[in-house]
């Protein structure tokens, strides 16, 4: 009997701790006139397709990306800012409009499923690293589209520094 209350308390002490991350996440912000890509320089309203965005810790505000493979790219590249606290990027299983993921389609990356290397152009037109929150989501549009699933945690560095994608 001790070891099950045990057992039940150290579940519950997990649980508090992964909620207290989830927590301590700034939350995501949504598009204005006012985002512009780190990139590109330009609205994030002229681009289609998925967007990200990358909290740095210290930062108010958010870096934002016209596409996800950029998002992917400032984490990798090692002149950027590595204190990142947060990075999110449009749950295309949610969005109804490729070309403007509406408000409240956000998906804290490290928990999305992307689909790389289909026939989907990024609003830069290169190949996109295109995330959903529900991986039978992204299996469902890999299977339409074409390309492979991957988490955050095995995206192909290769794939998201190159110029076209391999797209």
Not at 38 to 49: D, K, R, T, V
Not at 106 to 121: P, Q, Y
Request: charged letters at 20%.
């Amino acid at each position: 009997m001790n070891r099950r209350a045990l057992l039940l308390g150290l579940l519950a002490l997990a649980s508090c701790k992964q909620d207290k991350t989830a927590a301590a996440l700034p939350a995501p912000r949504e598009i204005t006139d006012a985002s512009v890509g780190q990139f590109c320089g330009m609205a994030l309203s002229e681009h289609a397709g998925p967007k990200g965005q990358i909290f740095v810790r210290g930062l108010p505000d958010p870096y934002w990306f016209a596409t996800v493979r950029d998002a992917f790219a400032f984490a990798l590249l090692p002149e950027m800012p590595k204190a990142i606290d947060a990075i999110y990027v449009n749950d295309m299983g949610r969005a109804q409009n490729w070309d403007q993921p509406e408000p409240g389609t956000w998906v804290e990356a490290h928990a999305a499923t992307f689909v790389i290397g289909s026939r989907r152009r990024s609003g830069m037109d290169t190949g996109e690293a295109i995330p959903f929150g529900d991986a039978a989501a992204a299996r469902r549009f890999a299977d339409a589209n074409g390309g492979q699933l991957v988490g955050f945690a095995d995206m192909p560095p290769g794939y998201i520094l190159t110029a076209s994608a391999g797209n």
